[in-house]
């Protein structure tokens, strides 16, 4: 399967998790139930954060080209408050979902914008913004299924972008790392790696052809296996790291894990 999505594919699998997300809360038990996943929250909470933030992205990306979020985006974010009743909650967080879909397609994939991941791998406009929302939806809609006692698996074209994703958006940096130069490789049960290697120069990632599988052994640090959608949740810390094989030197895992470029 080819993992670079266009921007219609994009638009598509965000409004699919966003509908899939409100499924999974128009199914639990109470808006008051914990999130497992996140135990700071209850399923409200989730609910008006992912909403609040439809809304905030919807503004940054209508804002257009931006050294900094525009103060209407911060503003509007504050200001929203979700409404506490089901059924009125599920209908603000449509709205919310559409207000940022709306925006992506009059901007178009192409539109520069303010990103909070300025020093990564992916670009600062509105293809950035829709693929990183719709990984952010597609965790949510897995949390919530996790209060249901269901979790299902990641879609298959979510699950294989988002481990490319979460490399070039969330870990990819010019920061330095503390530690020892070193690099780690992921590798897809459905056929796909990458290597992500870190250094006095920050983190980048890069795909690994199938040609280039098992090149550079001693460059590797730890590598960590399973299908994508496994990955993904792991690296977005949904499941332990028992739940994937990881082979080399597992502290590594645990130091890039806990690594802050911002601190």
Same mark, same amino acid.
């Given at each position: ?11 598509? !699998? ?28 209850? !399923? ?55 207000? !940022? ?11 520069? +914008? ?55 958006? +969330? ?13 780690? *490789? ?14 006095? *120069? ?62």
């Amino acid at each position: 399967m080819e993992i670079a999505l266009e921007f219609p594919d994009l638009l598509r !699998l965000l409004d699919e998790r966003s509908t899939a997300f409100r499924v999974a809360v128009a199914s639990a038990p109470s808006l008051d139930a914990q999130v497992p996943t996140c135990p700071e929250w209850t !399923l409200f909470d989730l609910v008006q954060h992912l909403g609040t933030g439809d809304r905030f992205w919807a503004t940054i990306v209508g804002a257009g080209p931006a050294g900094a979020p525009p103060a209407e985006a911060a503003a509007a974010r504050a200001a929203v408050a979700a409404p506490r009743e089901r059924e009125t909650l599920l209908a603000w967080s449509a709205e919310s979902t559409q207000l !940022l879909l709306t925006a992506l397609r009059e901007a178009g994939p192409d539109r520069a +914008c303010w990103t909070w991941w300025g020093t990564s791998q992916s670009p600062q406009n509105s293809r950035g913004v829709a693929r990183h929302r719709v990984q952010e939806t597609a965790v949510h809609a897995y949390d919530v299924q996790l209060i249901l006692g269901a979790p299902r698996p990641l879609p298959d074209e979510v699950a294989l972008d988002g481990v490319d994703e979460f490399l070039s958006t +969330c870990v990819a940096t010019t920061s330095v790392w503390p530690h020892k130069p070193t690099a780690f *490789d992921f590798h897809t049960a459905e056929g796909h790696s990458w290597r992500l290697t870190v250094d006095g *120069d920050g983190a980048r990632s890069a795909r690994l052809p199938a040609t280039a599988i098992g090149e550079g052994p001693d460059t590797v640090g730890a590598s960590v296996r399973g299908t994508a959608g496994e990955l993904v949740l792991f690296v977005y810390d949904r499941i332990p790291a028992g739940s994937v094989r990881i082979d080399g030197d597992a502290g590594l895992i645990e130091l890039l894990r806990a690594w802050d470029p911002e601190e």
